[in-house]
């Protein structure tokens, strides 16, 4: 019998490529059937067939507080009833600009877009208009959306020119991104020495989150930001999955870095199509109608996004938040840990605040090389086998994962076990 996953997967083919709106949504690097999804409540959520499992993807992020809480459900109600959108501003729009700039100190002013990638592509914009430089500087591994100068890998031979890494993207705009190892301190020192007077910005995952997950090394933090200053570069952290993920003033907060710029996303949108930059008044200024960078957008600032956005910033607000999500998300890494290394498992797994990285390697990766030697193979298998078992990893070895307030530790514990019995007959 064909499930009603498989169904869909089948009809979604015929009229959208691959059957997804985003490409890792379909399974390809895990291989399988995606699921669809039919709803959420809390940790868990429900798939076309009708099948639950506790969910460590929530919605790549954003679902911080669980699925449907009902504050932010009643909150998005309420800004329906009262219009989906005017294309003018509003008073929530203020609130939620007000809010940002109490949270992040970093942000004297912030401008709301709709997505992740529009931020970005709108900073790196600002960065340039605002330096009158051209080049950026980015590292291997990390993901700041799909905007032409950002899908850029790193070019053979010459260290200055990047090479597009999708096509359709042009070698003329690929050249102006310098690609960089992540965590290496000396390489960035010696980009900095050849062309510093050319780059106009550095932008970064303060924690990759797009590699698997990797954590930054304080002195790798330390050159970006000295550097940056020392040149007159921009330092545009790339907040959209940390931010309020890490903890409640993201890894800016969390390792103590201070950036010219930051991007939004994920979090702040509490499911809805919300994101945002911000960072020095300086800078901003630079930004249309006051100065001389266009940015715009019809949905900018919609009123039922920051609606969810400023609902879900409340409630992670609330005293011990972040205590609790980081244990929840210690307690996972442990379990699983202790449990793969009792059945002689090379596998090893770390958290940051409500985010987690799995690797079947014998020690943490901390540079995109060394993601890339942990074993794709064991972990496709277990991805499979946890599916099986009602626990929704992220569908690749190369995806951070994220737990939310309304995970309980008896949830961890369950998927701890089923792991367990996973590893047990791994052989
Ligand atoms: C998800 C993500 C983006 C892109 O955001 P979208 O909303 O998907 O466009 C950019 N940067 C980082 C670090 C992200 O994790």
Request: aromatic letters at 10%; a neutral charge; one cysteine or more.
């Given at each position: 019998m064909t499930s009603h996953n498989e169904e869909l997967f089948i009809e979604s083919q015929k009229v959208i490529p691959g059957g997804v709106n985003s490409p890792v949504r379909a399974f390809r690097s895990v291989g399988g059937t995606p699921l669809f999804f039919q709803?959420?409540?809390?940790?868990?959520?429900?798939?076309?067939?009708?099948?639950?499992?506790?969910?460590?993807?929530?919605?790549?992020?954003?679902m911080i507080v669980g699925h449907c809480h009902p504050e932010v459900v009643k909150?998005?109600?309420?800004?329906?009833?009262?219009?989906?959108?005017?294309?003018?501003?509003?008073?929530?729009?203020?609130?939620?600009?007000?809010?940002?700039?109490?949270?992040?100190?970093s942000i004297e002013m912030v401008r709301l877009v709709s997505s992740g990638t529009e931020a970005t592509m709108?900073?790196?914009?600002?960065?340039?208009?605002?330096?009158?430089?051209?080049?950026?500087?980015?590292?291997?591994?990390?993901?700041?959306?799909?905007?032409?100068g950002l899908l850029v890998k790193a070019g053979s031979g010459a260290l200055t020119f990047g090479q597009p890494s999708s096509s359709g993207v042009p070698a003329e705009i690929a050249a102006l991104t310098t690609v960089l190892d992540y965590n290496?301190?000396?390489?960035?020192?010696?980009?900095?020495?050849?062309?510093?007077?050319?780059?106009?910005a550095v932008i970064v995952e303060p924690v990759a989150g797009n590699m698997n997950l990797v954590t930054p090394k304080r002195d790798f933090l330390d050159a970006m930001r000295n550097?940056?200053?020392?040149?007159?570069?921009?330092?545009?952290?790339d907040e959209v999955m940390t931010g309020f993920r890490?903890?409640?003033?993201?890894?800016?907060?969390?390792?103590?870095?201070?950036?010219?710029?930051?991007?939004?996303?994920?979090?702040?949108?509490?499911?809805?199509?919300?994101?945002?930059?911000?960072?020095?008044r300086d800078i901003m200024n630079c930004l249309a109608p006051l100065g001389a960078v266009y940015q715009a957008g019809t949905l900018s600032g919609n009123p039922v996004a920051v609606a969810a956005g400023l609902t879900t910033l409340k409630l992670v607000q609330a005293p011990g938040f972040y205590d609790k999500l980081s244990k929840l998300a210690k307690q996972l890494t442990?379990?699983?840990?202790?449990?793969?290394?009792?059945?002689?498992?090379?596998?090893?797994?770390?958290?940051?605040?409500?985010?987690?990285g799995l690797y079947f390697s014998q020690s943490l990766p901390t540079?995109?090389?060394?993601?890339?030697?942990?074993?794709?193979?064991?972990?496709?298998?277990?991805?499979?086998?946890?599916?099986?078992a009602g626990h929704y990893l992220a569908p690749s070895a190369f995806e951070a994962g994220f737990v939310s307030a309304a995970h309980t530790e008896a949830d961890i514990a369950a998927t701890i076990a089923a792991a367990d019995k996973i590893f047990a007959g791994w052989k």
């Open positions: 709803r959420g409540q809390g940790a868990y959520v429900w798939d076309a067939d009708g099948k639950k499992y506790t969910d460590f993807v929530g919605s790549w992020g954003p909150a998005v109600q309420d800004a329906a009833a009262q219009g989906l959108g005017f294309g003018a501003p509003t008073a929530t729009e203020l609130e939620l600009a007000n809010l940002l700039c109490k949270i992040l100190p709108s900073a790196i914009r600002l960065a340039r208009g605002f330096t009158g430089r051209s080049r950026i500087i980015k590292f291997e591994g990390c993901y700041h959306g799909h905007s032409d290496d301190a000396a390489g960035l020192e010696k980009a900095f020495a050849e062309f510093g007077n050319e780059i106009a550097l940056c200053t020392k040149h007159g570069a921009v330092l545009i952290l890490v903890s409640l003033q993201g890894a800016q907060g969390h390792y103590g870095i201070k950036p010219d710029l930051v991007t939004l996303g994920k979090v702040m949108g509490g499911g809805l199509p919300a994101a945002a930059f911000g960072g020095r442990e379990g699983l840990t202790a449990s793969a290394h009792k059945h002689g498992i090379a596998f090893c797994a770390q958290s940051v605040g409500g985010m987690f540079s995109y090389a060394e993601v890339m030697q942990c074993d794709k193979e064991a972990f496709n298998r277990f991805f499979h086998a946890m599916l099986d």
